[in-house]
Structure formats: structure tokens, C-alpha cells
């Protein structure tokens, strides 16, 4: 009975090591995705398949207005922010139908600062072995939309 306690207790150290490597290679991983969102220059949102953000970049919050913590879980299409949603709804869900490699299209959108401006904003499939998981969406201002009569 020992014997066999001692072989557990040696079975579970094992694991236990495994898990705090593999932990530790998690964070690392975290800590450089988390370097490469912020570095980019371009808003980016990830959502999941139900169009839940999972990703929302620093980029994001200050085009947008709305922290990292408000979105992520949230569904994208119930976000109150200036991009022009109804428009994408349709290029989302081809995305997330695996309809070609993804598509890029200006729209105009108002921005936290109550501009109005003319939004680029790429979709593209996120995958998971060759399977749609969700969509990355890119929006980048491109220019500053005049008011009508100016």
C-alpha cells in the first residue's frame, strides 16, 4: 500500500512540473500576443463564431471608446460604437461560412471623438485546423469624412 502511495505521489510531481511548464509557456505566449496587438497600428477585434469579442486591442479602445474589459464576451453586433455594424453583418457571416479568403470594404463610422471618418475594415476567417473559428476584424481610419454642405 506504501509502495503504491509513494508511485501516486510520484506520478502526481510529474504532472505537476508538466503543468507549471506548460503554464509558463502559456504566459509567455500571452505576454507576446500581447506585445504584437499593441504594436499594431490598426484597431483589432476577434470574435468567435457567435460573434462574441474575444480580443479587443488597445488600438480599439481608444478608436472606439469602450475598454477591453466592456467588450470581450459581448456579442460585436450589440456594441454601441461608431462603426456602422448593420453593414457588416453580411460579410461576417460569409467570413464565418468559410465564403472565400475574407473582404475589405470602407465605411464611414464616427469615432470616440464624435468625428466622422472613413473606416477600412478587413475581415478575415481565423482558423483552427483548417476549421472557421471566428473572424479577426481589422479597422484602420483611412481619412476624415466632411459634414454635407461644407
Known sequence: MNEELQVTNGELQTINIELRERSAEMDQLNVFMDSVLKNLRVAVAVVDRE???QVWN???EDMWGVRTGEVVGHSL???DIGLPLDELAVPLRRCLNG???GEDRTVT???R???TIA???TLSPLLDRRVVAGVVVLMEEVGEVSPAGS
Do not use: I, Y
Request: glycine share 14%; net charge positive.
Open 51 to 53: 460573434l462574441r469579442v
Open 58 to 60: 488597445s488600438r480599439a
Open 77 to 79: 453586433m450589440g456594441l
Open 99 to 101: 465564403e472565400g479568403e
Open 109 to 111: 463610422a464616427m469615432n
Open 113 to 115: 471623438r464624435g468625428r
Open 119 to 121: 473606416c477600412r475594415v
